[in-house]
């Protein structure tokens, strides 16, 4: 670390810890995160981080472990369960999509048990209190995770695909060319809809999904549907009201 003017600084080096370094990381972000970008931040040599990370890969985990511990959960304000789930579901699609490197981390088990304990322990307790067991709360919570999850890697997937020119439309395009006519008819049928009518949204799957969650519960799935109806048209309208101010 140097003064104004180039000149090295004197004195004893900063004193970092694992939290320190996990904070800077965190601040960096994933994309082409690395020791020396971190030890520069820190203003420390990356011998210094050494003492307190073992490699460039557990730079990586202490970064998402203490990115996923600073998630925040939906604020509880008496709304529907089936509203906080949805809530919980899209900030997490929407923290994975703007850091595919946490996402990597979540799926490769880089993220400790330890550090999301607080976090599922909330979600759960929200739940129970709207009279789901705790199995069921647990099962609620997997299923919405799993489907935020999985739509993040569709994204990022046809993100990176797009930008290498092979999407999958244009894949598709290219091979249902080269085929007759009468070929791989289901497919054809399938690009024909998504031309005309689009992809489901995100909201909308997980409707599907929440509502499912309602009906295995003998729950009246119309009631749940109309709350999360509701929410749609109340995220439509911010943005049509923000594309009007731009």
Request: hydrophobic residues 40%; charged residues 25%; glycine residues 8%.
């Amino acid at each position: 670390m140097t003064a104004e003017g180039g000149r090295p600084r004197v004195g004893r080096p900063a004193r970092i810890n694992r939290q320190m370094i996990a904070e800077a990381a965190h601040d960096l972000g994933f994309d082409g995160l690395t020791l020396r970008a971190v030890a520069d931040h820190l203003g420390v040599s990356i011998a210094a981080l050494y003492h307190h990370v073992s490699s460039k890969d557990d730079l990586m985990r202490a970064a998402a472990e203490y990115s996923t511990s600073r998630l925040p959960l939906p604020v509880e304000r008496g709304q529907h369960w089936a509203l906080w789930l949805l809530e919980w579901a899209t900030y997490s699609r929407t923290a994975f999509l703007a850091q595919p490197g946490l996402l990597s981390q979540f799926l490769e088990g880089g993220i400790s048990a330890e550090s999301i304990a607080g976090n599922i322990d909330t979600i759960l307790g929200h739940l129970v209190r709207q009279d789901f067991t705790i199995l069921e709360a647990n099962t609620a919570y997997e299923l919405v995770t799993t489907c935020a999850l999985g739509s993040a890697v569709s994204v990022i997937r046809e993100q990176e695909a797009e930008a290498a020119g092979r999407s999958l439309r244009v894949v598709h395009k290219k091979v249902l060319a080269a085929r007759a006519a009468e070929e791989l008819p289901h497919l054809r049928q399938l690009l024909d809809e998504i031309k005309h009518h689009g992809r489901r949204s995100f909201h909308e799957q997980l409707t599907t999904v929440i509502c499912g969650i309602a009906t295995e519960r003998g729950w009246d799935r119309e009631p749940v549907a109309a709350v999360l109806g509701e929410a749609r048209s109340k995220q439509e309208g911010h943005r049509r009201r923000r594309t009007a101010t731009r």
